[in-house]
């Protein structure tokens, strides 16, 4: 699985061999995200808690009508999810930093043992070595889970910035549609006071002007009609838009989740591998220990075969 999300991540490689995947030594496990950056002002952060405080203090505009949706709620339940993915990646952490103690206590040991090499022992430090490559892509898939969390957190920052655009533009609308709205009342008032002097003066030229300034008027009221409804049109779209982009936004928050959840219970499979070679390495220098014994013990009756023929030869002298 870690291989495919490495795959998954441009430069990462994830079809190399395994000597190609050793971690290097300068990877830094206490490093935090970057990249949280406010859509409005384009300033860095060091978190997505800092970068919604950013928001709030300097871009926010208010609450957002009950009538548009998604709702203020909304959008803290995704700062929480987000806060949520962020304790995830620690705990990810800790699991990665435990793991690379028992790696180096054992390779530790494995130094300090200075018997035979053998069959076993190569066997075992392959396995090390896989446990190791294993443990760099844990910390791969750990930037990577960061990194799309960062993007979560500036792409949600971005939509809140969106609807507070989509806010002022209707509120503007409105405006203009009240003005608008005013206007026709007023027009509406002029055309009845016109057919009202139309029916008083019957005179023909009186009535061909008349006449004309209704035409006028009924052509500026289909032209404001036509341009209030291109206005609304124009306005829905922006707010569907608008709305599928926060539902993209949502399922990719809850595939990462998922993706999250999967990492402890892997993490906990490769501990109990290590315990196991840890074990195997008690084994084998248990061996050691009594290969060492047995070699003594034939090292001192080498001695006192020595010392019986030296005498022998003493005596025959």
């Not at 190399?16 to 859509?39: K, R, V, W, Y």
């Not at 928001?55 to 949706?69: I, K, N, R, S, V």
């Not at 709702?71 to 803290?76: A, G, M, N, Q, V």
């Not at 026709?184 to 009202?196: A, G, M, V």
Request: aromatic share 4%.
């Amino acid at each position: 699985m870690f291989r495919r999300i490495l795959q998954m991540t441009p430069g990462k490689g994830g079809s190399q061999n395994a000597e190609s995947e050793q971690p290097s030594p300068d990877l830094n496990h206490d490093q935090t995200s970057e990249g949280f950056i406010c859509p409005q002002c384009m300033k860095s952060h060091n978190s997505a808690e800092e970068l919604f405080k950013h928001y709030e203090l300097f871009h926010d505009t208010g609450d957002l009508p009950a009538h548009m949706a998604p709702t203020r709620e909304d959008l803290t339940m995704l700062r929480q999810e987000v806060q949520d993915l962020h304790a995830s990646l620690k705990e990810e952490r800790w699991f990665s930093e435990e793991l690379k103690k028992e790696l180096d206590k054992v390779q530790g040991q494995l130094k300090q043992n200075d018997g035979q090499v053998t069959s076993e022992d190569t066997l075992l430090e392959r396995k090390l070595n896989d446990a190791e490559t294993e443990k760099f892509n844990i910390k791969q898939m750990k930037d990577l889970f960061e990194q799309k969390a960062a993007q979560l957190a500036t792409e949600i920052v971005d939509l809140k910035s969106r609807y507070d655009e989509e806010k002022s533009l209707r509120e503007a609308a409105d405006q203009r549609l009240g003005k608008l709205t005013d206007q026709l009342q007023k027009e509406k008032q002029e055309n009845e006071r016109l057919q009202t002097e139309l029916l008083q003066r019957p005179g023909v030229e009186d009535v061909e002007v008349l006449q004309k300034e209704l035409v006028q008027v009924q052509t500026l009221m289909d032209s404001m009609t036509r341009e209030r409804e291109e206005e609304s049109e124009r306005l829905k779209n922006h707010y569907e838009q608008l709305q599928a982009n926060y539902t993209t936004s949502e399922m990719t928050i809850s595939q990462l989740k998922a993706e999250l959840e999967k990492g402890p219970q892997e993490v906990a499979v490769y501990t109990q591998q290590i315990h196991e070679l840890q074990r195997n390495l008690n084994n084998l220098q248990q061996q050691s220990q009594s290969l060492s014994e047995k070699l003594a013990l034939k090292e001192k009756e080498y001695q006192d075969l020595g010392s019986v023929w030296q005498l022998r030869k003493l005596t025959e002298n």
